[in-house]
């Protein structure tokens, strides 16, 4: 009676794995077919950039403006909605240096001499004892 449990549960188990893997293989399969010139994606290696054109299964794909990376198709992790709007107004604003004005109520106070220790206290003398 043991026996057949412990086989039961093990078929149960092998099941579960071989849906879980069909799983997982439908969902690659989309994501290779849902890239198309201009997506936004993120390879695995955590880069971002956007599909620029295909070469067998191959993927050109732009980083920044003219940067191109070609990577195997099988690198691209998730294909994003959309670019990043604040990626976008930052590449197209012109960065300017700040200059920050420091008023004088805002500058540390000047240090005040440290004062000279005062030596240790000595210790008494030893009495002396007559013998």
């Known amino acids: ?12 188990m092998v099941v579960f794995m071989f849906m879980n893997n069909k799983k997982r ?23 971002y950039g956007t599909v620029a054109g295909f070469e067998d299964e191959k993927v050109v794909l732009q980083t920044a403006p003219g940067s191109k990376l070609l990577v195997n198709k099988l690198a ?25 004005v420091v008023a004088a109520a805002n500058k540390p106070a000047a240090k005040k001499p ?10 008494p003398a030893a009495k002396k004892t007559s013998k």
Do not use: Y
């Open 1 to 12: 009676m043991e026996n057949v449990i412990l086989f039961g549960a093990l078929g149960i």
């Open 25 to 47: 293989k439908k969902a690659a399969e989309d994501l290779q077919t849902s890239i198309k010139v201009g997506s936004f994606v993120m390879l695995t290696s955590g880069i």
């Open 76 to 100: 691209i992790r998730q294909v994003e909605a959309a670019k990043p709007a604040v990626a976008k107004a930052e590449a197209t604003k012109p960065v300017v240096a700040k200059k920050t």
């Open 114 to 123: 440290v004062a000279a220790k005062k030596p240790a206290a000595k210790k």
